[in-house]
Structure formats: C-alpha cells, structure tokens
C-alpha cells in the first residue's frame, strides 16, 4: 500500500471556502511536502514541513504535521477558481541506504466560482 | 518550470521499438528524477541519477535504461517499448535529495 495516502481523494467547494486535504503515512519521515498539479502540466512544489515542525503557513496555505499520528493537513483558505488542480503529498525518507521522495496518488480539487 | 524542459512533449510509437526521452535543466542541480504518472498509480519513480555517471533503480525500472553523461541531460530509454508503458513521464530536478523537486512540463508516450 502507499507510503503517503491523500484523503478525500476528490473534493468540490465554492469560491471563498477552505479545503482541507489530508495526508496519512506509515514509516518515519524526514520531512513532508506538498505538491499542486495543473491540468496537463507538471507538479509545482508548495511548502515543505520538517519532521520537528508542527505547522507552517505560506500565502493561504497551512500545513500541519502530526507524526504521533504519522500525518498532515493541508488547509487551503479562502480558496479561487485558480486553486482546481491535484494535490500531491510526498514523503521524505531513508530506506534502505537510499534516500527518496515518494508521492501518494493525488486527490483533486475543485473550486467552483 | 525551473528550466528544464523535456523532449519530446508527445510521442506515439509501436511496439517493440525503441524510444528515448530527454530531459534538459539549465539550473545544474546534481539530482534528477524519471517518473511516470498513470491513473489510479500516481507518481512513480522509474530511475533517478545523483550524478554524471550515477543512476539507481527506482520503484519501477523494469524494461527502462538511464543514462547522465553530463549534469544537464537525462535520458530515459525504452528498449522495447510495450503498451503497459503508455504513460506520462516527467523528468525532475532537485539540489537535494530529500527536498523540494522541480517538475519538467511532461512527455506524453503512447505505446500502440
């Protein structure tokens, strides 16, 4: 299974609300981040949370990390039509001598104006 | 896209042929990235170089070839392209190996 699982895997709101995406995982990570992909193109970075932090904030993003619980949140405010993309959660780890990035399977979002 | 570009941007081919795929950074990272994304699969990393010369296998590898002879190109090969790898491939880079990676715009390959 995953290393890194999104939930919900789609999700549809209004112009104007939150998002929230979650980000459940199984081993110890180095760090996690986020991904935004558009439709068609590739996967831009957005924020990245250490295994030490517990919330960090960008713009209107807000990520939380709760590794007792190994998981995160990602918290869209305010949201825009603009913001209808795949998100990406990918966990950053070292297994077995190597170190990778490994990204869950998305979950979309959808911003209706 | 962080100056990397990827050729070609589409690619439709037959079985049994082979196919290569560049992808080309001006940012000299040392580390870059082949993945192929696929519904229902998402990300998946093929192979991945963390220098000239120096390439590991990722989760995916089988029936794929790498090669690095300089920082700036990655060539990803298909010896014998096969309908199961009809697929979107992304190249990325990354300074680090742990942190942020820089997406490539996307080959879209259709093994027919």
């Known amino acids: 299974s995953q290393q890194g699982e999104e939930d919900p895997q789609a999700l549809s709101i209004q112009e104007g609300e939150n998002a929230t995406m979650n980000c459940s995982y199984k081993t110890s990570i180095n760090n996690l981040q986020w991904y935004r992909q558009n439709s068609g193109r590739g996967l831009v970075h957005l924020i990245l949370?250490?295994?030490?932090?517990r919330e960090k904030h960008s713009g209107r993003l807000r990520v939380t990390l709760d590794t007792s619980k190994k998981s995160s949140s990602l918290l869209i405010t305010a949201s825009r039509a603009a913001d209808t993309a795949s998100y990406f959660c990918a966990t950053a780890l070292r297994q077995g001598g190597s170190e990778k990035l490994v990204f869950g399977k998305g979950m979309k979002l959808t911003v209706n104006p | 896209d962080a100056g990397i570009t990827q050729s070609p941007r589409h690619k439709v081919t037959e079985t049994g042929t082979p196919v290569t795929l560049r992808c080309h950074q001006t940012e000299n990272h040392r580390y870059m990235y082949w993945y192929r994304q696929d519904p229902g699969h998402g990300l998946r990393l093929i192979h991945y170089s963390y220098g000239v010369k120096d390439t590991d296998k990722g989760e995916v590898s089988d029936g794929y070839s790498v090669s690095r002879s300089k920082t700036e190109d990655f060539l990803l090969t298909l010896e014998s392209a096969t309908s199961s790898q009809t697929s979107v491939y992304f190249c990325a880079i990354s300074g680090l190996p742990l942190y942020e990676q820089y997406f490539g715009p996307g080959t879209r390959l259709t093994v027919t």
């Open positions: 949370i250490r295994s030490n932090e």
